[in-house]
């Protein structure tokens, strides 16, 4: 049986302008767009886990509301 080479497409990242042009009510929040370009990160080793992402800064607000 002939081994086969698959090979998976290759995906073009252009930092965060896809995504300031996606969500256009947040584009001025700092902290929002770091913890949605750390969620959509490609490679599953360099993204945020949930837990590091529910400690975020985006959600400091609600941390000191908790208090």
Same mark, same amino acid.
């Given at each position: 049986?002939?081994?086969?080479?698959?090979?998976?497409?290759?995906?073009?990242?252009?930092?965060?302008?896809?995504?300031? $042009? #996606?969500?256009?009510? +947040?584009?001025?929040?700092?902290?929002?767009?770091?913890?949605?370009?750390?969620?959509?990160?490609?490679?599953?080793?360099?993204?945020?886990?949930?837990?590091? $992402? #529910?400690?975020?800064? +985006?959600?400091?607000?609600?941390?000191?509301?908790?208090?």
């Amino acid at each position: 049986m002939p081994e086969h080479s698959i090979e998976f497409p290759k995906f073009k990242v252009n930092g965060n302008e896809n995504l300031k $042009a #996606l969500c256009k009510y +947040f584009t001025d929040d700092e902290d929002y767009i770091d913890l949605m370009t750390q969620m959509l990160q490609l490679e599953p080793s360099k993204r945020i886990s949930v837990k590091g $992402a #529910l400690k975020h800064r +985006f959600f400091s607000y609600y941390h000191e509301k908790s208090r």
